[in-house]
């Protein structure tokens, strides 16, 4: 099986380098070239242009950033596309989109699994991350040794656009746990708590989450360079606000984390971990 | 070391039966002295009034609901107080009511800890609490191992009143956390996702915490009779918004919440666990 990966960013370059780990990782690619000849050299790859890829590779991950990328690439991988060959879309977009890219690629004779993936940097690296996967059953079972390569988990949660829909269910998560931890943690700086002592203990109990426990240090030392750009979180929430929409269910968290990530970003801090939401916190 | 527990609801009776378990329990009390008999019966152990158990016991503590409860009962413990005792309230109150206890125990020749716990009734049961503690070390030194035959974690967060002062950080987390998980679940039901899947899928990734992992499945059963009264996070919401307040930072989710809870009392749900939040979320 020869796999290629799409979209060397700070997520998909560690994934790619997990696939490479397993003997999987016959190409790269990337929108600015170089970085995808940098990583090949690196590694000891190939870094052809789409077209390469497609007629080269039996599965093809891609890891990339807006609904746009996502049909641009799968339109490139098309004309070219090997028979058979399986495209794992790893992006963060709509359910629509995934179901788009599929028909593009169906049409091709390939298949398409629609696979967001959550963990964050540390999931990307460590190979850790919960793959959430929407397609044929038997088309997972072709992709599961790509994906195995940097998932903790992989589950699969029904056909294409479902894996999206649970992402659009993580970012609600993602988006209000950001908002309790960065409005508690600037209660608890305010009232002089110790961060040391402070993070743990609630960590211990029903407080307890992923985010305070990877980023309740840092954002009380005003560290917000690593992590997920809050940009992006606003990015997916704009998808989430409309799928919410359309099911007819409550918005508070989606509506308050767009207008406050949309505020961030109007004063310069796009590309600010989320938990740079602490900077709205610390004033009424 | 002869100790005592106060206050015998959901939380206190297992602490209580953990403290007899390390053959710590001497005597238990209860507003309601008919509960507080039943388990000195089953027990084995004195179930006096609080005069007595005032003069008995060297660490007494206490899990009640309410402020002026805490002050009750320190008021009834002071008069007959072993010199040298130290009482320990688990309750969730004020830090203001915390100093106040602590005066009155203290100018009656004991010693105070507040020691509010999180993690709720599993926490209690199975003895992991953590417990976030205010007042002297050398005071919590004497009272470790009561605290440690329900604990998972005792930190010393700092001199009285910084142990309710971390409490109202952890609440602003649970109540946010709560808001998180039920839109985001009421947004994954809506969209027809698997709650067999979808949980463990979430709870994989950077959306993972405590409260999704204990009360996802059940509150997409519609299953609110066990966990954490949202009448009680309501009324202690109403504390933190009043210390949130004097710190000056942003209140949306202590506001949001209480406005939430009050809707639900309003129509009759005050008994239910906190993820009973759902109902609202359903519908926009």
């Known amino acids: 099986m020869k796999a290629a990966f799409i979209g060397l ?6 994934m790619a380098g997990h696939l490479h780990a397993k003997g999987l990782l016959a190409a790269v690619g990337n929108r ?10 690196e590694l000891g790859v190939q870094a052809p242009h789409l077209a390469g890829i497609a007629s080269a590779c039996d599965i093809i991950a891609l890891c990339v950033s807006a609904d746009a990328d996502v049909i641009g690439v799968v339109e490139a991988l098309a004309p070219t596309l090997k028979k058979g060959a399986v495209v794992v879309d790893h992006s963060t977009v709509s359910p629509d989109t995934a179901k788009k890219a599929a028909r593009i690629i169906g049409d091709a004779g390939g298949a398409f699994l629609d696979a967001p993936v959550s963990g964050g940097v540390e999931g990307a690296k ?18 599961r040794p790509v ?10 949660m029904g ?5 999206q829909a649970t992402k659009a269910v993580n970012q609600v998560l993602v988006a ?20 040391d002592r402070l993070i743990p203990t609630l960590g211990a109990g029903a407080a307890g989450n992923w985010f305070l426990e990877k980023r309740g240090a840092t954002m009380l030392r005003n560290e917000f360079s690593v992590g997920f750009k809050l940009a992006l979180l606003h990015k997916d929430l704009g998808i989430v606000r409309g799928i919410a929409a359309d099911a007819g269910t409550d918005r508070t968290i989606i509506e308050q984390s767009l207008a406050d990530f949309a505020q961030l970003m109007s004063e310069g801090y796009g590309d600010d971990d989320i938990s740079g939401l602490i900077r709205l916190k610390r004033k009424s």
Chains 1, 2 share one sequence.
């Not at 600015?32 to 050299?41: C, E, F, K, P, Y």
């Not at 994906?147 to 699969?156: D, F, G, N, P, S």
């Not at 056909?159 to 894996?163: I, T, Y």
């Open 126 to 143: 460590n190979g850790k991350l919960s793959v959430m996967v929407g397609g044929e059953a038997s088309v997972l079972e072709t992709a």
């Open 32 to 41: 600015t070239q170089a970085r995808a000849d940098a990583l090949a050299d």
């Open 9 to 14: 960013g700070a997520m998909g370059a560690p």
């Open 159 to 163: 056909p294409v656009g479902s894996g």
């Open 176 to 195: 209000g746990i950001a908002q309790a931890v960065t409005e508690g943690l600037a209660l608890g700086e305010a009232l002089g708590l110790d961060a």
């Open 147 to 156: 994906l195995e390569a940097y998932a903790a988990r992989v589950t699969h």
